[in-house]
């Protein structure tokens, strides 16, 4: 069924009687042709591009809850492609060229936001690295502004400028950045995949890999064993835990990330604003809530919760460069389990185990690179070579020293 | 008439004070209320039903609770800076002078022009958003999202920094008790007679819970006197801190909570006192008794003003003494609902109707009122009020109030903060604490489905005298109250149903009828996350304490499951919500982080040096003279008065550490990449550490003192981090090595003396029986020695501007004399202080690496020191250094650069690609890492990566810079721009 | 979280700073000064694994943190990454000696 003006008035009309499910719940077939571990964004985004664009349709998506319960059901809905090296930049502007299509492409209103995204700088270091970054941005055709203080002021003048302990000297702005509705992101690729014909199964849950002389055929499940061609490992999060059923161990550390939204409140800040000297970003939702979060809490957890450390430490961050947000009441915290890895950056690539590919380490920027990743997955599954843009992120790079560390803190997990 | 709807009841309740009558101002209109009221009983005592409107539709929207569950009654509190918006009348306490606004409509609240949306209801269906707005592409953002932003929000920020001040605090226990109801309020007698040390929280500004608001009898008294009793008691116990105002927000780790204390929100002014103060109780347990929540029935027309919770009308009722309404009427599912008619029908209110869904005998009769039994409320009218509810039997009556009880939920929130699962209780129809609870919390009374009072009592009570019993604590512990135990009764009957086209609310604040949850079922959103999600259901700033039951009883009901199959969500923290300036505490402002001053300080403040941030440090950036008008005429002077003669320059805010040890000097053969094990002693080498990943780390210069003394240094970044890696490496990796470090940094006061009267200067406060000739301490010598006669120092000649140099250290209190006595030796040679914008210019000059080029992406490879890392010797980052791709011949190297067009500035930042390609990713082959304006050179100067540089000296390529618009061509040279022998280090 | 520091007793985790798996204090041989391709190669490897392969367990997980704010030790905690819960704590030099490690 499309969505159409004249279905929605007609609808409306009518009471509503008329609206299908936006995807179908069927029982699991023997066999796929692609089989996708993992139903949250990415897994979706890879069955909606793998039908749409390469015309593999006879797949399926096995979620062990609901769909997008996972990170695209608990991010801070920033979209941005704005990074520093040469090996992430494209992917994420590729990303962000999708996220700009994505209403049209899915028939469905994920409410694609670009109101711009501000990264503040309170230092000439910082700023000579930002114009780095705003200079490779602008390579990339992804634009960028850098603004001084007054430029600040102007679009923020609520900033605390005049009494910080790090004066904000200025900013790098990504006009096109933004925010997306996180939870329309997957019932938008379930819907545009399902439409296709790919079988969505939630509730069933991978239990093993059947793998015999190096190569994987099927996986077993809570709904019983299933046949693939192909099987495609998605689960952000929960990498660790499902690729040691298939005996692997992985550059990854599970991490807690907390994030915050506080009561709704009337319009107060456009964009996406992040603080420079401190933990925390912030934008505000549709709703009227501001949605922010901050680090890691920094240990290795699978909890979905965090500690009161960290909630006060991104607080704290918040008023000092906004104390005008002092009186907005936190309404809700909740904790994502984030797949960490070695360098920061992610991973999609075949595995050592023939029709066992993986996907995952997507640290906590899987949510803007939802689209990209569905693209390079379904891509490399289709065609079995790396997409252009995603030639980088290899299972393998560390041992050849082709590390992608934007922040450049090495192998450390908790600091990326 | 002022207070109209105030009871002139006999029996006075001791909750408010009819002596003290404050005034208070809603929506500019001045009214009086009581000392102890809320601003919810107030308003409701002067007949003031109307006090907002909801999220989505604009409805009309009145009281509906008496407590922090509250949906509807969300006013801004106070004004201009110290607005609060969303704060929820029913526990704001009263205060002579306060002034509160209703929120979310355009124009007066009675004919909000927003409510225009009602009228469009039927194409705002849940998750219509999703469906339209996308053609044409171009107008979501343009238009549509737009308008649905402006409409969006409740309440509205000042905009203004908040003036409030805020604190935080520790607290340690043995038992938590969470809620002063009857149950917390046992529990805490109990486990304070026993002897435990006990902290009894409550949010309300009164304890007591449910006991302030019912009629019940406990112990052969009123309710509200055994409560004033008990706290009497409590507060005579050292071992028991009472803090009422105060909620309970999360459960933490190991049993530590945290709690918000709303110190000055009751009154008019804090005084200069913190507003709030923020927590943390770290409990051996905790009781939750935090009571249970009633549970609304959810019926066509049920959102109008006058609709309330029955037990919410008693309490305006009992503790209040406030009528919501003059002919009230009740809706129940329950026997608890008719203690609603009793009650307010005792203190002379008319009771219109009792209409009850069971088809049971009337539990009681009121005179004049209709008692309906197996009947449901189908309608209701009253645009701003409630006037009239239609029955199932046809029936239409005129109230103004109707009471709606449809049973009780515990308040299992805090109990799921760990993510345990409540469990669904088959006679109590409610979900009670189960699955995992945080490690050493206890749930009692009817938090934990104990509903009635004496079992409420007494699992408090019994709980708190076990928990303290296998504590150790012996006191003798009397026994608990006798309270009556009253009837639970309850029925499975959640909403009316109904085939008209009226809706029927579940969620007050964000609009959500029964027909949303159906329709969200419909398009597949089965999951209980999903309707909240796709329906916004429960989100709002009540987080659906009230709205998520009834909700998860639709859905049931048209899945044809029930409600524990259906499942539910997950509660967070906090249990309210609670002001982000309230977590900050102090941190904010020039108070954010500490600031670290150094023992220059006090000098360079003299002499009217501008600072830098830089870390936690405040650094001289450069010191103007008078008549100097730009940053660059003080730095070119610093810098050329530097070259010329000499300049001093604080560097104490590089890390130093002392490494001791027999083995220090192999440990620091492991430490650093190149060789350490050889150094002589009196003697300064330059290090460079590696990570383990083969990265560079840090560098600087280590100085061997004696044999088995080593004093490094670390760049100011890095001082911390460097600091604990080698702690890592002696404690985790090389125990058998007999090494122990200090941190030294801010023991010492260190200072560069640069320049080529360097030496004569120093020569002048140095004691004369030390050596410092070239010959006696040459090039990288060090040493100790005394200066001003005696006061110790260390002598180092090391360089980093490329200028003969020294550092000298004195201990840190002699920091600002040693500055002192420096400047002046040096008057007669015209000795300069410098900052740290000279010193990079001059390192930069030099060719020197910083923070810019070690940013933690580099390797001694890119850095030109590939041969630096010894092969003969095992150190930290020496195998995966060899990594293939970080040893590549056409890897990015560290050089120079130099604009062809001299009158051009350079920046650092600029990409480099080969002159006449397009500036895009695949061209990229590098980036400028620092720049300065040369005052030696007379021109802009630039050190930078770029591939396979060093083999590149006197190409021209292309340095982009989009960004600021700036791209020019530029000339790789050497980077050592000035004294490339570095003859001027070694006369 | 509350470390029950082994000389210092029970400490908020807030004094320290979390490292990661203790498995990073298994640091391998190195390859040696004259070392074959083959041999180097093999280090390589093991340097690989040994800085960034982890186990990552959803469940008791010794790690290594840091006193930063206290007596500068390194300990290993014993903690379950999905409750939290910690069930031991040791000093880190007296893990590192009882394993053997050495310069």
């Known amino acids: ?126 700023r000579d690295a930002f114009v780095r970054r705003g200079n490779g941005m602008i390579m990339a055709g992804a634009g960028a502004d850098l603004l001084d203080q007054d430029a600040v002021r102007e679009m923020y003048p609520f900033l605390d400028f005049d009494n910080a302990r790090f004066p904000i000297k200025g900013g790098l702005l990504q006009k096109r950045g933004g925010t997306v509705r996180h939870d329309a992101v997957a019932w938008g690729y379930a819907r545009g995949a399902d439409s296709k014909g790919v079988d969505i199964i939630q509730n ?177 599954l289709a065609t079995d070579t790396p997409h252009e843009v995603a030639k980088g992120f290899k299972l393998d790079r560390f041992r050849s020293g082709g590390m992608i560390d934007e922040k450049g803190v090495g192998a450390q997990p908790n600091l990326h | 008439m002022s207070q109209v709807n105030r009871l002139n009841s006999a029996s006075k309740s001791t909750s408010i004070n009819r002596e003290k009558m404050f005034s208070f101002k809603f929506n500019g209109q001045t009214f009086q209320g009581y000392e102890g009221d809320t601003l919810a ?251 249970s929540t009633e549970r609304p029935i959810a019926f066509p027309n049920n959102d109008r003003p006058g609709v309330m919770l029955a037990a919410a009308v008693r309490s305006y009722a009992n503790r209040w003494e406030v009528t919501p309404g003059q002919a009230v009427s009740i809706f129940t599912n329950n026997d608890d609902g008719w203690r609603t008619a009793t009650d307010l029908a005792a203190k002379g209110v008319k009771i219109a109707a009792v209409v009850d869904s069971r088809s049971i005998a009337p539990l009681a009769e009121f005179p004049g009122a209709h008692i309906e039994m197996g009947t449901e409320v189908v309608n209701t009218s009253g645009r701003h009020g409630l006037q009239t509810i239609t029955l199932s039997n046809g029936k239409i009556i005129d109230t103004d109030c109707l009471a709606v009880s449809g049973g009780w939920n515990p308040n299992v929130h805090l109990s799921c903060h760990h993510r345990g699962i409540p469990q669904w209780n088959k006679e109590l129809l409610a979900f009670v604490p189960g699955g995992e609870l945080p490690p050493e919390m206890y749930v009692s009374g009817a938090a934990n489905g104990d ?265 100011t970044a890095n001082a911390v981090s460097v600091f604990r890696h080698m702690e890592f490496c002696r404690q985790c990796l090389w125990p058998d090595l007999d090494v122990h470090l200090i941190s030294a940094t801010e023991q010492y006061a260190q200072y560069s003396v640069a320049g080529p009267n360097a030496r004569k200067l120093l020569e002048k406060v140095v004691d004369k029986e030390f050596d410092i000739s070239n010959e006696g301490f040459p090039f990288m010598a060090c040493g100790e020695i005394s200066v001003c006669g005696g006061t110790p120092a260390r002598l180092f000649r090391i360089s980093f501007s490329g200028e003969l140099a020294y550092e000298i250290a004195v201990p840190t209190r002699y920091g600002v004399s040693m500055m002192e006595a420096l400047m002046e030796a040096g008057s007669e040679f015209d000795s300069v202080v410098y900052g740290t914008e000279a010193l990079g210019v001059m390192r930069i000059e030099k060719g020197h690496a910083a923070g810019n080029e070690l940013n933690g992406q580099t390797t001694a490879h890119n850095l030109g020191m590939g041969r630096m890392v010894s092969k003969k010797k095992d150190s930290i980052g020496n195998m995966l250094s060899e990594r293939p791709n970080m040893v590549k011949d056409d890897a990015n190297r560290l050089v120079g650069f130099f604009p062809v067009d001299k009158s051009n500035n350079l920046n650092a930042g600029m990409h480099f690609m080969t002159t006449g390609k397009e500036a895009n990713t695949a061209n990229d082959e590098g980036w400028m890492t620092s720049v300065a304006f040369s005052p030696s050179l007379g021109h802009s100067i630039g050190i930078g990566y770029i591939k396979n540089g060093h083999e590149r000296t006197g190409e021209t390529v292309t340095a982009f810079n989009g960004l600021q618009d700036n791209t020019m061509e530029v000339e790789i040279v050497s980077a050592h721009f000035i004294d490339p022998k570095g003859e001027r280090l070694r006369v | 979280m509350i470390i029950n520091h082994p000389l210092l007793g029970p400490r908020d985790a807030a004094e320290f700073v979390y490292l990661g798996d203790a498995s990073l204090m298994n640091r391998p041989e190195w390859k040696g000064e004259d070392a074959s391709e083959e041999q180097t190669e093999k280090t390589l490897d093991a340097y690989h694994d040994y800085l960034y392969i982890r186990e990552n367990k959803a469940g008791e997980h010794k790690e290594l943190w840091y006193h930063e704010q206290g007596d500068r030790s390194w300990l290993v905690v014993t903690r379950h990454t999905i409750s939290h819960e910690i069930t031991k704590v040791e000093l880190a030099r007296d893990v590192a000696v009882a394993n053997g490690n050495k310069s």
């Not at chain 1, 999060?237 to 690729?243: D, I, K, L």
């Not at chain 1, 319009?267 to 979060?293: C, E, M, N, R, W």
């Not at chain 2, 070259?643 to 650093?672: H, P, W």
């Open chain 2, 41 to 291: 009983s107030a308003l409701l005592a002067n007949g003031q039903i109307l006090v907002g409107r909801s999220f989505k539709y604009h409805r009309p929207r009145g009281i509906f609770t008496a407590g922090s569950e509250e949906p509807n009654a969300l006013i801004h509190l106070r004004t201009g800076a110290h607005q609060e918006p969303n704060a929820r009348a029913t526990v704001a306490e009263l205060f002579n002078g306060l002034v509160a606004t209703s929120q979310n409509h355009r124009g007066p609240l009675k004919y909000d022009l927003m409510a225009i949306n009602d009228l469009m209801s039927p194409f705002l269906s849940a998750g219509f958003y999703y469906k339209t707005f996308m053609w044409p592409k171009v107008l979501w953002e343009k238009l549509y999202e737009p308008v649905i932003r402006h409409a969006a929000g409740l309440g509205e920020l000042s905009k203004l920094d908040d003036p409030d001040i805020y604190d935080k605090g520790f607290l340690h226990c043995d038992i938590l008790i969470i809620g002063a109801g009857p149950s917390g309020l046992s529990a805490a007698l109990a486990a304070g007679q026993a002897g435990s040390r006990v902290i009894l929280a409550d949010e309300d500004f009164q304890m007591g819970g449910r006991l302030n608001s019912e009629t019940y009898e406990v112990a052969g008294m009123a309710g509200s006197e055994w409560v004033s009793n008990t706290i009497d008691a409590l507060a005579a116990m050292d071992n028991v801190r009472l803090m009422k105002r105060t909620t309970v927000i999360g459960a933490f780790d190991h049993g530590i909570y945290s709690a918000v204390e709303r110190k000055t929100d009751h009154l008019l002014q804090s005084d200069g006192k913190p507003r709030q103060v923020l927590w943390k109780i770290y409990s051996k347990h905790a009781i939750l008794s935090a009571g």
């Open chain 1, 1 to 126: 069924m499309r969505y159409s003006a004249l279905k929605v008035i007609k609808e409306a009309l009518t009471g509503h009687k008329g609206w299908d499910p936006v995807w179908r719940s069927p029982e699991p077939k023997k066999h796929y042709d692609v089989i996708i571990v993992g139903g949250g964004g990415h897994g979706l985004a890879t069955a909606h591009y793998l039908a749409n664009q390469y015309g593999i349709t006879n797949v399926a998506v096995l979620e062990k809850g609901w769909i997008g319960g996972g990170n695209v059901g608990r991010n801070t809905t920033i979209i941005r492609s704005n990074y520093l090296l040469p090996e992430n930049e494209p992917f994420y502007e590729y990303s962000m060229k999708l996220w700009e299509n994505l209403e049209q492409d899915t028939n469905y209103n994920s409410m694609v936001s670009q109101r711009g995204i501000l990264n503040l700088y309170h230092s000439d270091g910082q």
């Open chain 1, 204 to 380: 069933c849950e991978v239990t093993g890999f059947d793998i015999k002389d190096g190569i994987c055929t099927g996986v077993k499940t809570t709904k019983g064993n299933i046949g693939a061609n192909k099987v495609a490992v998605c689960v952000a999060g929960s990498s660790s835990r499902v690729m040691a059923q298939a005996g692997m161990n992985l550059p990854i550390e599970s991490h807690v990330l907390q994030a915050f939204v506080t009561e709704g409140l009337k319009p107060v800040i456009d964009g996406v604003v992040t603080f420079g000297a401190g933990h925390f970003y912030v934008s505000q939702s549709d709703k009227g809530g501001l949605v922010f979060g901050g680090d890691l809490d920094g240990y290795n957890s699978y909890a979905q919760r965090g500690n009161l450390p960290v909630v006060e430490d991104v607080c704290e961050g918040g008023i000092a460069i906004m104390p005008a947000i002092g009186r907005a009441k936190l309404l809700r915290m909740w904790g994502g389990i984030m797949d960490m890895s070695m360098d920061g950056s992610p991973f999609i690539d075949r595995t050592h185990v023939k029709g066992l590919y993986f996907n995952g380490g997507w640290c906590y920027g899987g949510f803007k690179a939802t689209p990209a990743s569905g693209m390079c997955y379904a891509h490399l």
């Open chain 2, 451 to 715: 509903l009635s009072l004496a079992s409420a009592i007494k699992s408090g009570h019994d709980i708190a005298n076990k928990l303290s019993k296998a504590l150790g604590h012996k006191g003798r512990v009397k026994a608990c109250a006798k309270a009556e135990n009253e009837s639970t009764a309850n029925s499975d009957f959640w909403f009316v149903k109904t085939d008209t086209k009226n809706r029927s609310w579940v969620d007050l604040q964000n609009d959500v009828t029964t027909k949303d949850i159906v329709l969200a079922q419909q398009e597949g959103f089965n999951s209980v996350e999903h309707v909240k999600r796709y329906t916004t259901l429960g989100m709002a700033t009540d987080q659906g304490k009230t709205s998520n039951l009834p909700a998860m009883a639709v859905m049931a009901d048209n899945a044809g499951k029930t409600i524990p199959e259906i499942g539910t969500t997950i509660f967070r923290p906090p249990y309210t919500p609670v002001s982000m300036s309230t977590f900050a505490g102090r941190s904010r402002g020039k108070d954010f982080r500490p600031t670290r001053l150094t023992p220059s300080h006090q000098y360079a403040e003299k002499q009217g040096a501008v600072f830098v941030e830089v870390g936690a440090w405040m650094r001289s950036q450069w010191l103007p003279k008078t008549g100097e008008t730009h940053w660059r005429e003080s730095v070119d002077r610093e810098v050329t008065q530097t070259r010329n003669s000499v300049g001093m320059c604080d560097v104490s805010t590089l890390g130093k550490i002392d490494i001791q040890g027999k083995d220090a000097g192999e440990f620091l053969n492991r430490i650093y990449c190149n060789t350490f094990a050889t150094l002589k002693v009196g003697m300064v080498r330059y290090g460079l550490m590696l990570r383990e990943d083969g990265i560079a780390m840090d560098d600087g210069t280590t100085a061997r003192l004696t044999e088995t003394q080593f004093v490094m240094t670390t760049t």
